[in-house]
């Protein structure tokens, strides 16, 4: 499958059709890098790191495993919890493999994924890493491979290793950017800067009715209560709480609208310095929700968050 990319930086898409051609490209990735005194990290869905992990022997010890199914349940999470994470504890080159996209993914995860993936080229841009991302191009549907290409710079297949003509991080960017209508009838709340208590107290009350599990209702307070009031501070003073049940996941959902104008698409990704004052509500939201989705309007911000039952 030819050669990998050995420059400062590189980020490409592994797109596999069977079980050897995924094991053999990883297992020569993760020991070109071992072999080079480089960290290595291995993120990836549960079953295809016991796989992976069982063929790399004893290197697996010289390795940082993830599994994606946990970590990156939440795609947003992903950039800032687990690979700049890792590239930013270690010393010079760092090599990882992270498979954010499967088959059973759900639709809107599927859309939090591939924006992230998009998005690694410009907060990994002039780091010294190697991202290696694997595709199931024997189970996913064309629509996913098209972009893949248009989020990896570069290809592996059985052809070997070229560079993808489709490359367009930005469009993929952009057509992740989609409305979040809310379903006709879930109940609203209208919140300022007094009734933010409320408005925690509505979602959590909502929460429970729809079943959700009384240890997890802490997390449902936190999260109406970072998006609400990063409302009031960023967004007009002012916004709407919808709480819901989704019938096609079992998950209730949350959603946050305003009149603010979200454009700083690596807030709540990353961590922000530590003598920066606020700025970490967002990386909370995305560390505590099962998922997380923000449409960036011209004047509307929509952000909704779901909580699996």
């Not at 490359?167 to 009838?185: K, T």
């Not at 009149?259 to 560390?287: C, I, S």
Request: net charge negative; proline share 6%.
């Amino acid at each position: 499958m030819g050669e990998l990319a050995t420059s400062e930086f590189s980020h490409e898409a592994l797109l596999y059709r069977d079980e050897d051609a995924y094991l053999n490209v990883i297992t020569a990735f993760v020991a070109g890098g071992v072999e080079n005194g480089e960290p290595v990290a291995l993120a990836l869905p549960t079953d295809r790191l016991v796989a992976v992990e069982r063929v790399l022997g004893d290197i697996a010890a010289e390795v940082t495993l993830v599994d994606m199914t946990e970590a990156g349940r939440n795609p947003p999470a992903i950039l800032g919890g687990v690979l700049r994470s890792f590239a930013d504890s270690r010393a010079g080159r760092v090599r990882i493999v992270g498979e954010p996209i499967w088959p059973e993914r759900s639709a809107a995860a599927y859309t939090a994924a591939v924006e992230h993936e998009a998005l690694i080229n410009e907060l990994f841009a002039g780091v010294p890493a190697m991202i290696l991302c694997p595709y199931d191009a024997s189970r996913l549907d064309r629509s996913v491979i098209d972009d893949a290409a248009a989020t990896h710079p570069d290809l592996i297949d059985e052809t070997g290793r070229y560079h993808s003509e489709a490359y367009d991080p930005h469009a993929v960017i952009d057509g992740c950017n989609r409305p979040l209508p809310v379903p006709a009838g879930a109940p609203a709340f209208r919140f300022d800067l007094h009734t933010l208590a409320e408005a925690r107290r509505f979602a959590t009350a909502h929460a429970e009715c729809h079943g959700i599990a009384r240890e997890r209702l802490k997390d449902v307070a936190s999260v109406a209560g970072e998006l609400t009031a990063n409302s009031v501070q960023h967004g007009g003073g002012s916004g709407t709480l919808w709480v819901w049940h989704e019938p096609s996941t079992g998950a209730v959902v949350c959603q946050v609208d305003d009149t603010g104008r979200h454009t700083d698409l690596f807030a709540g990704r990353v961590p922000v310095p530590p003598d920066q004052f606020g700025g970490r509500g967002l990386l909370l939201v995305n560390r505590i929700a099962d998922l997380v989705r923000t449409y960036r309007g011209a004047a509307h911000t929509a952000t909704r968050v779901w909580f699996a039952r």
